[in-house]
């Protein structure tokens, strides 16, 4: 392989490094996710919609602000073992991340606006001190209804102020966790192609990116030394 080829090779390799936005290479923080559905077609169908944590660590304390399509999907009504809001019944419910080490205050919200689609401070904490979860888990589950074929983002923005358009998940100490945040989608269609995947187009830049550098490597040990008249001619052309 020619100097020109390997130094081909080293130059593609920085520049796929270069170009992917700091994927997969940089660090990642914490997630809060929202269940993706698809292929939903039938109004009247309800179905539950998890909000996760991943990979947190000391979780002491959540706050999510949300929101949808009103003319999509709207929070199902009616559960008595749910949220209890201005009266009413909406099918939210705690979920087991923060409740299986202790007991919490349980679920609490500022503001519901079902026929507006969203949701305002959607709380919950431990009521003392003590010992917290890390890893991964529902942090809480929402019983939606389809009124009509269509597609919704479910939505979370808020209420972070250090960081905007994020929730809040504070540790033990008060502090704020510097988290992701991976917003659902609710919709008729199927999901999309694998190849589309974020997850899909890493590992292919990674296992090209391996491979060019396997390959040079191959190519440098491999690479036949200078005899010792080849060494006179290189050193009497440097002199």
Request: neutral net charge.
């Amino acid at each position: 392989m020619s100097r020109k080829l390997q130094a081909f090779i080293l130059l593609i390799t920085v520049i796929i490094v270069a170009i992917v936005p700091g994927e997969p290479w940089r660090p990642h923080f914490p997630t809060v996710a929202v269940t993706s559905l698809y292929n939903v077609t039938e109004p009247g169908t309800t179905f539950l919609v998890n909000i996760t944590v991943i990979d947190v660590t000391d979780l002491f304390m959540w706050i999510i602000n949300m929101s949808w399509d009103p003319d999509i999907i709207q929070i199902t009504t009616g559960d008595q073992n749910s949220l209890k809001k201005g009266g009413i019944y909406y099918n939210i419910y705690e979920g087991p991340f923060l409740n299986n080490t202790r007991p919490t205050t349980g679920l609490r919200v500022t503001e519901l606006n079902n026929t507006g689609g969203t949701i305002t401070k959607l709380s919950c904490t431990y009521v003392s001190s003590g010992s917290t979860p890390s890893g991964n888990g529902a942090l809480a589950m929402i019983n939606f209804t389809l009124l009509k074929k269509g597609t919704a983002i479910i939505d979370i923005n808020g209420p972070s102020v250090k960081h905007p358009g994020r929730c809040v998940l504070q540790d033990s100490s008060g502090n704020e966790i510097i988290i992701e945040v991976v917003d659902g989608t609710l919709t008729e269609s199927g999901p999309p192609p694998i190849w589309t995947q974020f997850w899909f187009s890493a590992t292919i830049i990674g296992i090209i990116v391996i491979i060019l550098e396997v390959a040079t490597f191959y190519v440098l040990i491999k690479k036949k030394p200078l005899s010792k008249k080849e060494k006179e001619e290189t050193l009497e052309g440097v002199l």
